[in-house]
């Protein structure tokens, strides 16, 4: 048991969408990198064994990520008073353009990789840009710097500048050369199959990449529904199709192992047919609030039992945080029960702390919260100078953690070991 470990503070994790689970000067038995126990009391057989003492701080779940745009770093919090085509085209392609130099790119990844950590962000599921060799230098990255998850080669070969933009057998030829390479040297950061979205990426294009992700048994990410021009828009290339999310589901590219971020204007009969065939929703409030798209209807996904995770999307988002990620679904969910006259309800913080935490373990292969044989991934917040009332709960502790928490505030970040 030399690879075991103890972390003393107080446990707040979430093992359901509606339920946290509270243990006050509790203990986690982390062995191997993956959780052993959590107790109340330590047992006798953890008495001699290496203590991480947190005594009064709060222990919970590590964040995970599940869109954002690593080649955008550069770029937060720019242009964001333009709607999403217009930003795209005025600052996003000609930045992700830079990306063809490697140096400049193994600069950028390994600041963001750090930045990562340092806002208790352990999993992702991240798009590059259409390069290879610094998709593959991103993946080095973040797997030196402990993250975990999912990055994308992103694939386009149509509405995109030319200093951009594939043909279609070169973005496949790239796609295999990139998925061959990432598979051979990483370990932890595996590759996913990355369409930028319909209106980038041509009808032969999405059927090749659709083939190509059910023969190498990758998952699948894009964007859908984000914004009401580029709805329309999608229809308009895709005549054969009546809504946005057949135009993946007709080139095998939507299943359970797919994410689609946004979904703000998803009606009723798409959110069943992405419930239907079990694909997972990105929801990324801070992005659809700054690119003037809408407010997604996060409380329906929820109660129509949708696999609803967290992204940043920077750079249409603007923090990196997940913390403030999950604060801004609350009060976006809120927005939107305001607009609809309190039809549509809000959720709560410990709701969001699942969404930003539980929910993409579950895509991730994991069982929710802290589950004996997780890896331990987690993070330690540091609230005592905020003087807690007598009468504060678990779930006022959680909510004032997405509300206030700054990375100034995380004393330790776990992804198996301590980073």
Not at 35 to 42: D, H, K, P, R, S
Not at 82 to 107: H, I, K, M, Q, S
Not at 228 to 234: F, P, S
Not at 268 to 288: L, T
Request: proline residues 5%; glycine residues 6%; contains cysteine.
């Amino acid at each position: 048991m030399t690879d075991t470990y103890i972390v003393h503070g107080d446990i707040i994790h979430a093992p359901a969408l509606d339920a946290i689970e509270h243990i006050p000067d509790g203990y986690v038995a982390v062995r191997g990198g993956r959780v052993a126990g959590i107790y109340g009391e330590l047992p006798a057989e953890y008495a001699h064994m290496p203590l991480h003492d947190y005594r009064g701080r709060l222990v919970t779940q590590a964040l995970c990520d599940m869109h954002l745009h690593a080649p955008q770093y550069p770029m937060l919090g720019m242009g964001i008073d333009l709607p999403l085509l217009e930003w795209l085209n005025t600052y996003t392609f000609a930045t992700e353009a830079r990306f063809d130099d490697v140096e400049y790119a193994r600069r950028v990844y390994d600041a963001l990789a750090a930045k990562l950590v340092s806002v208790g962000t352990t999993r992702v599921c991240m798009f590059s840009s259409v390069h290879t060799d610094s998709t593959l230098a991103l993946m080095q990255a973040l797997e030196d710097a402990g993250i975990s998850g999912y990055v994308g080669k992103v694939n386009m070969d149509r509405n995109c500048p030319l200093s951009i933009r594939e043909d279609t057998e070169r973005s496949i030829a790239e796609t295999e050369r990139f998925i061959d390479e990432a598979l051979k040297r990483f370990k932890r950061v595996r590759p996913i199959i990355t369409p930028r979205f319909t209106p980038a990426c041509s009808d032969d294009l999405m059927t090749r990449l659709g083939e190509l992700a059910r023969a190498s048994a990758l998952p699948i990410q894009s964007h859908m529904s984000e914004n009401a021009d580029e709805c329309a828009w999608v229809l308009e290339l895709c005549p054969d199709c009546s809504a946005y999310w057949e135009t993946y589901h007709k080139r095998g590219l939507f299943g359970e192992k797919t994410i689609v971020a946004h979904c703000v204007f998803s009606d009723e009969a798409e959110r069943a047919a992405i419930a239907r065939c079990g694909a997972w929703v990105a929801h990324c409030p801070d992005s659809n609030v700054n690119l003037c798209s809408g407010v997604a209807p996060l409380r329906k996904m929820l109660d129509e039992r949708l696999n609803v995770v967290l992204g940043s999307d920077i750079a249409g988002g603007a923090q990196l945080s997940m913390l403030q990620v999950a604060a801004m679904a609350v009060k976006s969910a809120k927005l939107r029960s305001i607009a609809t006259g309190g039809a549509e309800g809000c959720i709560s913080a410990t709701e969001a702390l699942y969404l930003a935490t539980s929910a993409g373990q579950v895509f991730f292969g994991e069982q929710p919260g802290f589950a004996q044989g997780n890896e331990f991934h987690a993070i330690v917040i540091d609230d005592r100078a905020l003087q807690a009332p007598p009468s504060m709960s678990p779930s006022d502790r959680i909510g004032r953690a997405l509300y206030t928490t700054e990375s100034a505030d995380i004393e330790a970040v776990y992804a198996c070991r301590k980073l």
